[in-house]
Nanobody
Framework: QVQLVESGGGSVQSGGSLRLSCAAS????????LAWFRQAPGKKREGVAV??????????DSVKGRFTISQDFQDNAKSTIYLQMNNLHPDDTGVYYC???????????????????????WGQGTQVTVSS
């Protein structure tokens, strides 16, 4: 069972930046997509960004140009991904979840953001609060 642990959430004013980290308990190579999702109070969960093989990325329209997802390959014991969030808006407030799923379930990483299966792995989430 893969475990995903997020860190880096917090409170920031509108226009500020935060960097989220997610460490997986084992190496997740090319068989997996790694992604960030978020859920605001009273809203459905939303796919934010996904990465595959360290370079193939997709973003939701709401964060494109402001958020950057990246993957750290330096630690051979585990996979770590990051979400650099710049120019944050109050609408970015929510719980951010790290997630992973087998890439073979999807024809493109975009579809993982749009409709993740129930068989993937999820972290416990980290709160991001952006005040105006």
């Amino acid at each position: 069972q893969v475990q995903l642990v997020e860190s880096g959430g917090g409170s920031v004013q509108s226009g500020g930046s935060l960097r989220l980290s997610c460490a997986a308990s084992e190496i997740l190579g090319s068989l997996y997509y790694l992604a960030w999702f978020r859920q605001a109070p009273g809203k459905k969960r939303e796919g934010v960004a996904v990465i595959h093989n360290g370079a193939n990325t997709r973003y939701s329209d709401s964060v494109k140009g402001r958020f950057t997802i990246s993957q750290d390959f330096q630690d051979n014991a585990k996979s770590t991904i990051y979400l650099q969030m710049n120019n944050l808006h109050p609408d970015d407030t929510g719980v951010y979840y790290c997630a992973a799923d087998r890439s073979g379930f999807y024809s493109d990483p975009y579809y993982y953001l749009k409709s993740p299966t129930d068989s993937g792995f999820w972290g416990q989430g980290t709160q991001v609060t952006v005040s105006s």
